[in-house]
T-cell receptor, first 113, second 114 residues
Framework: DAGVTQSPTHLIKTRGQQVTLRCSPKSGHDTVSWYQQALGQGPQFIFQYYEEEERQRGNFPDRFSGHQFPNYSSELNVNALLLGDSALYLC????????????FGDGTRLSIL | GNSVTQMEGPVTLSEEAFLTINCTYTATGYPSLFWYVQYPGEGLQLLLKATKADDKGSNKGFEATYRKETTSFHLEKGSVQVSDSAVYFCALSDRGTGGFKTIFGAGTRLFVKA
């Protein structure tokens, strides 16, 4: 049973560029959340997708956008990259509901030069 | 807004010592509470959870009780092992408009010496 898979593993971009990160949820899960984790910090909630719609959003600018597809997979897009966007981006999947545990992928390490 | 505060690390203990990692939260609603763990070289994984006041979550010898009166969810283990060395994250999940938002603490790194 495959868990949460993310691609790519690592990515290097320059300021001003755009990036797309991808996530396939654990089999049977219908809800996907995205997080940004800076070194030595806890994950910061970006947004959550369910039924192909953004359901909740954290304190991130509109440069961060996402999408969920009918097969529940998801993308995170970041436009106009800034140096401060360098971080580990984590995808987590779950069943719908606040008391459901989340299963995390290994993340995409994004470096901005 | 909602927030989670954990005790700062690193915490260094000898094997078989008692462990407590403090976690307090602020929330406007009635959140579910979680502890996640990240072992060296591995991804985040759920350790335990509690969904309402006075619930006790437990797993692998770890326990935490949802205390609404003190807004706390402290993690405890009676006898730690070297294999417990990891980073531990306290988190809450609360309902907002349309869905749930999960807030994590900054994490507490635990080192256990043989």
């Amino acid at each position: 049973d495959a868990g949460v898979t993310q691609s790519p593993t690592h990515l290097i971009k320059t300021r001003g560029q755009q990036v797309t990160l991808r996530c396939s949820p654990k089999s049977g899960h219908d809800t996907v959340s995205w997080y940004q984790q800076a070194l030595g910090q806890g994950p910061q909630f970006i947004f959550q997708y369910y039924e192909e719609e953004e359901r909740q959003r954290g304190n991130f600018p509109d440069r961060f956008s996402g999408h969920q597809f009918p097969n529940y997979s998801s993308e995170l897009n970041v436009n106009a990259l800034l140096l401060g966007d360098s971080a580990l981006y984590l995808c987590a999947s779950s069943l719908k509901g606040g008391n459901q545990p989340q299963h995390f992928g290994d993340g995409t390490r994004l470096s901005i030069l | 807004g909602n927030s989670v505060t954990q005790m700062e690390g690193p915490v260094t203990l000898s094997e078989e010592a008692f462990l407590t990692i403090n976690c307090t939260y602020t929330a406007t609603g009635y959140p579910s509470l979680f502890w996640y763990v990240q072992y060296p070289g591995e991804g985040l994984q759920l350790l335990l959870k509690a969904t309402k006041a006075d619930d006790k979550g437990s797993n692998k010898g770890f326990e935490a009780t949802y205390r609404k009166e003190t807004t706390s969810f402290h993690l405890e283990k009676g006898s730690v092992q070297v294999s417990d060395s990891a980073v531990y994250f306290c988190a809450l999940s609360d309902r907002g408009t349309g869905g749930f938002k999960t807030i994590f603490g900054a994490g507490t790194r635990l080192f256990v010496k043989a």
